[in-house]
């Protein structure tokens, strides 16, 4: 047990992972556990001008007022097979880092009961974040999973699950470059506003991505704001909310393709945009239960007014839900071999070459083309 706060200045490495005889054991595990917090939104642990590497150890902790649990600054965090939770006060914030080097690989970050809780907050920092995942209790009112600004971020593999009370924030991108392969979205609950992806002055790529939102309020599954670039393929997503936008977007380079959108909304809108959209922009996507298709200045009430601004040879297509999906494991809706969805994709250089399971896609040179959404079969 730690009693208080903890400053890391000369690194340290925590290290669980073995057994009494001092032999590698990836099944034991060391545990440490703050008794109180710290003081004055100070951070239980500071680390400044170094590094600090967790493997096989559990941290856990509570934060008082408006404070980080983990504070980083101009050094370096390496998380493996760590397990950190914390919560308490009117903002905890898990992990905040500035001017570092930050590495999360077969981890998980959990935020407990907490007004608003944020699992990281990383500043102008170069990030890889593996197989890891991203909790939020019951007892928070709003959640963040991740803030990035400035810097670069790698996110592959991440698992998101999250119920908060009242509004959602996954991940919000700010004048950074970041890629999000392979991840999952399991957001549910929440009375106000979801909005998973945020671009502002920022490059954001996601692909091979699965989302299940059933929300209370209302739900933006993608927002970019002026002089972003937001390129969206082979995305499965299940909306089920009041009112949803899947794509907002206003004066930025935008592209979705290759994505399966389901949505139960009274209102549902695919894509809401300030300014035309680009030549090619929304094309070869299976879409279900969209009352609006374009909403701004290009006409897209219709199908085929959509169409107008796909790929000639990659039009945007209607799929009942029953014919596009044979089931659902772990929570993941899975392509039916009998949907149109199958060998329909177009080739996206800039996406991820693997599905979302770790399956390779077909490449640009093979017989097959890609099957539209997350899934490859």
Not at 121 to 142: A, K, M, N, Y
């Amino acid at each position: 047990a730690a009693a208080g706060p903890i400053a890391v200045t000369a690194g340290l490495e925590l290290a669980g992972g073995f057994d009494r005889a001092w032999n590698d054991d990836p099944s034991a595990r060391a545990t440490v556990r703050w008794t109180r917090p710290a003081r004055d939104g100070s951070p239980s642990v500071t680390v400044a001008g170094c590094t600090l590497v967790v493997t096989g150890v559990d941290l856990y902790g509570t934060v008082e007022g408006s404070a980080a649990f983990i504070s980083v600054t101009d050094g370096g965090l390496s998380l493996a097979r760590a397990l950190i939770e914390a919560g308490g006060g009117l903002d905890a914030t898990l992990v905040r880092a500035s001017s570092s080097r930050v590495t999360i690989l077969d981890s998980m970050l959990r935020s407990a009961g907490s007004l608003t809780a944020r699992g990281l907050d990383l500043g102008d920092c170069s990030t890889q974040i593996g197989d890891t995942e991203l909790v939020c209790l019951p007892g928070v009112r709003l959640y963040e999973a991740a803030r990035i600004r400035g810097g670069a971020a790698e996110l592959k593999a991440v698992r998101v699950d999250a119920k908060p009370s009242q509004a959602f924030s996954g991940l919000s991108a700010v004048a950074s470059r970041v890629s999000a392969e392979g991840c999952a979205f399991f957001v549910s609950g929440g009375s106000s506003s979801c909005r998973v992806f945020t671009a502002d002055a920022a490059i954001l790529v996601v692909s091979s991505t699965f989302m299940d939102l059933a929300w209370g309020g209302d739900v933006t599954a993608f927002k970019a704001g002026a002089s972003a670039e937001l390129r969206v393929g082979h995305v499965t997503a299940s909306v089920a909310c009041g009112s949803a936008v899947f794509m907002d977007v206003d004066g930025v380079a935008w592209t979705l393709a290759n994505s399966i959108v389901r949505m139960e909304a009274s209102r549902s809108v695919l894509v809401r945009s300030g300014s035309l959209p680009p030549a090619g922009a929304v094309s070869a996507n299976c879409l279900w239960g969209v009352t609006a298709y374009l909403e701004g200045p290009a006409p897209g009430a219709s199908l085929a007014g959509l169409n107008a601004w796909a790929v000639p040879a990659f039009p945007n297509f209607l799929e009942r839900p029953e014919l596009t999906f044979s089931g659902a494991v772990k929570g993941i809706l899975r392509l039916s071999p009998a949907s149109a969805c199958v060998d329909r994709g177009m080739s996206l250089p800039w996406a991820a070459s693997f599905d979302m399971d770790g399956e390779p896609k077909p490449s640009e040179l093979g017989l097959r083309r890609p099957d539209i959404g997350a899934d490859e079969l």
